[in-house]
């Protein structure tokens, strides 16, 4: 079974740092394209950071502040987010790529509980 | 940069067909995609590839792209049907985007 648990959420002061960290398991992490997907509270779905292979995106809303990794001996993904603003206050998904024979899919097929992040004073 | 608009809501009665359309710029051209989503809970991947159901999800759920414009149909909506939908597409200067969303109400 999949699973997807993510962790590291919590209460931050503006300017802060924190950092989220996904454990997977149920599937061979090593071979899915992963992404953190969030939410803020009433709002709709925003992406906000893939990595698959060795390449690594992010929103524009993010870049420069927020790094996405992963640790495949661990099958971790991580995102460390810095320089944090009220506005990235939302709860934050772990999500995994749909992968299929075709490779043509872009969507997500399996999502974490997510992790509350709070900023503010 | 990239943007999918969706209705904010959608009444629909037991029994009865909902429709939920999903719009942006060329659509046709990508691939749409569907999610559900209830109160308190993770979204669910109902439709890919703008047609397809992944495994699990009930033959009621239907999808079709085209033009500008994609939908997601649910066929004899049910009460367990109630939550919020969002489309996606992923575009090459984006990547994922995901519509405003829609709230299904079964009146």
């Known amino acids: 079974e999949v699973q997807l648990v993510e962790s590291g959420g919590g209460l931050v002061q503006p300017g802060g740092s924190l950092r989220l960290s996904c454990a997977a398991s149920?599937?061979?992490?090593?071979?899915?394209?992963m992404s953190w997907v969030r939410q803020a509270p009433g709002k709709g779905l925003e992406w906000v950071s893939s990595?698959?292979?060795?390449?690594?995106y992010h929103a524009d809303s993010v870049k420069g502040r927020f790094t996405i990794s992963r640790d495949n001996s661990k099958n971790t993904l991580h995102l460390q987010m810095n320089s944090l603003r009220a506005e990235d206050t939302a709860v934050y998904y772990c999500?995994?790529?749909?992968?299929?024979?075709?490779?043509?899919?872009?969507?997500?097929?399996?999502w974490g509980q997510g992790t509350l992040v709070t900023v503010s004073s | 940069s990239y943007e999918l608009t969706q209705p904010p809501s959608v009444s629909v009665s037991p029994g009865q067909t909902a429709s939920i359309t999903c719009s942006g710029d060329?659509?046709?051209?990508?691939?749409a995609y569907w999610y559900q989503q209830k109160p308190g809970q993770s979204p669910v991947l109902v439709i890919y590839?703008?047609?397809k159901r992944p495994s699990g999800i009930p033959e009621r759920f239907s999808g079709s792209n085209s033009g500008n414009t994609a939908t997601l149909t649910i066929s004899g909506t049910q009460a367990m049907d109630e939550a919020d939908y969002y489309c996606?597409?992923?575009?090459?200067?984006?990547?994922?985007?995901f519509g405003t969303g829609t709230k299904v109400t079964v009146l």
């Open positions: 149920g599937f061979t992490f090593s071979n899915y394209g």
């Open positions: 999500a995994r790529r749909y992968s299929d024979s075709s490779g043509k899919n872009r969507a997500f097929d399996y």
């Open positions: 996606q597409a992923w575009d090459s200067s984006t990547s994922y985007v």
């Open positions: 590839q703008d047609g």
């Open positions: 060329k659509l046709g051209d990508k691939y």
């Open positions: 990595v698959s292979g060795g390449s690594t």
